[in-house]
């Protein structure tokens, strides 16, 4: 069973704007799969509608086999967003807390694994302050370590490493990978196109809401007779 | 996965949110209101004595302690879930796995949990200083829960809606306080000459004052059920409005 299935998915805005455009898409459970287009293309749109923070216009998502709306499909998955987007009256510590809440895990469960998080991601020097005292590298860290807070089969990672240092990107990449390893979903956005490379299995281009292509890293470059996944990039795009 | 243990998690973050900030949430209102009551109730008092049959500053406790109430219940919730979806932090729990019902009534309790302890403070102020009475305690509940509903579920509506935090600051400015102070806190409408005793029918606040006047003295201008049905039919509208937002994901989700 895929981890995600995506059946002839279209959302128009209500200005109009059609951001994906009878997209299909599946990925296997246990991929990292990287999904890369240039801004605008409709990688957002399409997180977010597997998220449940958008109303699609039509089609169908299906999250291990369950309908992405359902309970149990958005109790199965973690997402950092892109931008920040962090309780203001919350503390690091809460701020996991209450997420792992949400999610249906009991006040011990969310206070141990919050602990594990706040070791994992480096937080513990700032467990007790409040979300808008934090730099933006640690804000970045708390995206992500709340977006596996409550153990999701599949984590979505918009552009988790946009601005940040490359000794934090090599740190989160390594934990991901890990999780990766031990059976998680990933699926990845990023413009770091040697990241991509480096990390995912399998890659989809997208553009202006359409799928352009979809493969290995390997079979791309033979496929666009490309050096590197850059060069696959600009030719895919380029040939839009 | 019944999104039940969600929503405890949802009070709770509401809850929490009034009372880290219970300084300008529940104590600065609790003071406002008291004031209220020592600077009309006791300085007028001496110029109006009764209101009918009621001394003055017993008179105006009710109407008091609904305005401070309803401003509460409305102005938490707007807030919250203007500053929720403005930072977009809202997501983290729309995208959690809980109904569309079990957002709605998580966003309403910090509304609701801050005017209780609003009207707590105030009446355990209020009721001894100025003697009033609580002589229909069923009555004042379900008129104060009515209340309640319909301004948290207000609160709510207009958090969703607001583009800016000016338009949250509106409808309290512009349409709550004028219509709790024009409908009968200060003074009883059946006194007022024509057009304006008719026109004070026409505001549905006057109704809820009304419903709680009677839940403390046993007295008011219209018949109870008259204003706890106005109070009712206005509050169960305004709150399904807020569930089907919820429910539709309508200015919630793009």
């Known amino acids: ?240 | 996965m019944t999104g039940n243990r969600g929503l405890l998690w949802l009070f709770k973050r509401e809850t929490l949110r009034v009372s880290k900030l219970w300084t300008q949430t529940v104590l600065a209102p609790i003071i406002a209101s008291a004031l209220f009551i020592v600077v009309f109730g006791f300085s007028l008092s001496g110029r109006i004595r009764h209101i009918d049959g009621f001394p003055y500053r017993e008179f105006i406790v009710p109407g008091l302690i609904t305005m401070a109430m309803v401003q509460a219940a409305y102005s938490n919730n707007s807030s919250s879930v203007f500053q929720a979806r403005s930072d977009r932090y809202i997501n983290d729990v729309l995208s959690a796995p809980m109904h569309a019902w079990q957002m709605n009534i998580g966003y309403q309790v910090g509304g609701i949990v801050r005017s209780v302890a609003i009207g707590l403070g105030l009446g355990a102020i209020a009721v001894p200083i100025t003697g009033t009475p609580i002589r229909e305690p069923i009555v004042l509940v379900a008129a104060i829960g009515l209340g309640l509903l319909l301004f948290a579920a207000l609160g709510t509506v207009v958090g969703i809606y607001a583009e800016t935090f000016d338009h949250h600051m509106f409808v309290n400015n512009i349409l709550i306080l004028p219509l709790v102070f024009v409908g009968g806190v200060f003074y009883s409408v059946a006194r007022l000459p024509s057009p304006w005793h008719e026109l004070s029918h026409v505001n549905p606040l006057f109704y809820l004052v009304s419903a709680v006047r009677y839940g403390f003295l046993g007295h008011a201008d219209v018949s109870v059920l008259l204003a706890l049905g106005v109070t009712a039919a206005l509050a169960i509208p305004v709150y399904l409005w807020s569930q089907w937002l919820f429910t539709t994901g309508r200015r919630l989700k793009a």
């Open chain 1, 1 to 240: 069973m895929p981890a995600l299935d995506i059946r002839n998915l279209t959302k128009r805005y209500d200005d109009g704007t059609v951001a994906l455009r009878d997209f299909s898409l599946e990925i296997p459970e246990g991929t990292f799969f990287g999904l890369l287009g240039p801004n605008g293309a409709g990688k957002t749109t399409l997180i977010s509608a597997v998220c449940n923070l958008i109303r699609i216009t039509s089609g169908e998502v299906l999250v291990f086999g369950e309908p992405a709306g359902s309970l149990l499909a958005r109790s199965w998955i973690g997402l950092a967003e892109q931008d920040i987007n962090l309780d203001r009256f919350l503390t690091v510590e809460e701020t996991l807390i209450y997420h792992g809440g949400w999610f249906g895990m009991t006040k011990d469960d969310a206070c141990r694994r919050a602990a594990e998080m706040i070791n994992v991601f480096d937080l513990a020097s700032k467990a007790d302050v409040r979300t808008p005292r934090l730099s933006g590298g640690m804000r970045r860290r708390l995206l992500l370590a709340r977006a596996l807070m409550h153990r999701p089969r599949l984590v979505i990672l918009d552009e988790p490493t946009a601005g940040v240092d490359f000794e934090l990107r090599q740190e989160l990449w390594r934990y991901i990978r890990r999780l990766h390893e031990e059976g998680t979903t990933i699926l990845l956005t990023t413009h770091y196109l040697e990241e991509a490379e480096a990390l995912c299995e399998e890659i989809a281009l997208i553009r202006h809401g359409e799928l352009i292509a979809r493969d290995t890293s390997e079979r791309l470059r033979d496929a666009y007779k490309a050096e590197s996944l850059a060069d696959v990039y600009v030719k895919a795009m380029g040939a839009m």
